[in-house]
């Protein structure tokens, strides 16, 4: 069985701090995606890696895929209220269904 | 371009009884993904269907099943519900080509059982 594993579960930050969520697994995914999820919503995509060690961008968030593409991690600098919400990675099989692996999730609360 | 729809949003079942969600995927879009979200789970992967055919399935009982059909659109059904079944159920589209592509989320059916 495929297991993402996602941590922390919670984070309660202050303004302008900065922050990481985690995800690893035993496992090697063709891609892994991060997703946002809003309360009484469907998640929607922030990015997706694909390449071993991929590196992207994202305003102030940074998503970084490991070399073996079995985990990866999310970072955020200078946190904002607006970023407060739910963080969820997914990894998409090696099989050739559109199957995603979900993480726990990250619930993220930003202080003013 | 529209979304993903998912009707109906809300859903209240008593034990026992079977219920049918529906998904309307994005026009184009051949592949439908079903996903349960609970508290204590998460979101846990039910099946992928694509041309009508079920590509993959989740490791969910018997009662859980699905089916697509030519237009793409795609439905799910629980049988003799049980109060564990009270979940998000979320359908996804997915476009061609897996790698790059991302899963566009409908807003969810809600399933209450009582």
């Known amino acids: 069985t495929q297991l993402l594993e996602q941590s922390p579960q919670f984070l309660s930050i202050q303004e302008g701090e900065n922050l990481t969520v985690y995800c690893n697994s035993s496992?090697?995914?063709?891609?892994l995606q991060w997703y946002r999820q809003e309360p009484g919503e469907g998640p929607v995509l922030l990015v997706t890696?694909?390449?071993?060690?991929e590196v992207k961008k994202l305003k102030r968030l940074t998503f970084q895929f490991g070399d073996a593409r079995k985990d990866s991690s999310l970072h955020i600098t200078a946190a904002q209220p607006g970023d407060t919400g739910l963080y969820l990675c997914?990894?998409?099989?090696?099989?050739?269904?559109?199957?995603?692996?979900f993480g726990s999730g990250t619930r993220l609360l930003v202080r003013p | 371009k529209a979304g993903v729809t998912q009707t109906p949003r809300y859903l209240i079942k008593t034990r026992g009884q079977q219920v049918t969600l529906s998904c309307s995927p994005i026009?184009?879009?051949?592949?439908v993904s079903w996903y349960q979200q609970t508290p204590g789970q998460g979101l846990q992967f039910l099946f992928e269907?694509?041309?009508?055919?079920?590509?993959n399935k989740g490791n969910f009982p018997g009662r859980f099943s699905g089916r697509q059909f030519s237009n793409s659109r795609s439905e799910m059904n629980v049988s003799t519900l049980e109060l564990g079944d009270s979940a998000l159920y979320l359908c996804?589209?997915?476009?061609?080509?897996?790698?790059?592509?991302?899963?566009?989320f409908g807003q969810g059916t809600r399933l209450t059982v009582v």
């Open positions: 269907y694509f041309s009508e055919t079920q590509r």
């Open positions: 026009s184009g879009h051949r592949s």
């Open positions: 996804a589209s997915n476009p061609p080509g897996r790698m790059n592509t991302e899963a566009f």
């Open positions: 496992s090697v995914f063709s891609s």
């Open positions: 890696v694909v390449t071993g060690g």
């Open positions: 997914a990894g998409l099989t090696m099989d050739s269904s559109y199957k995603l692996i």
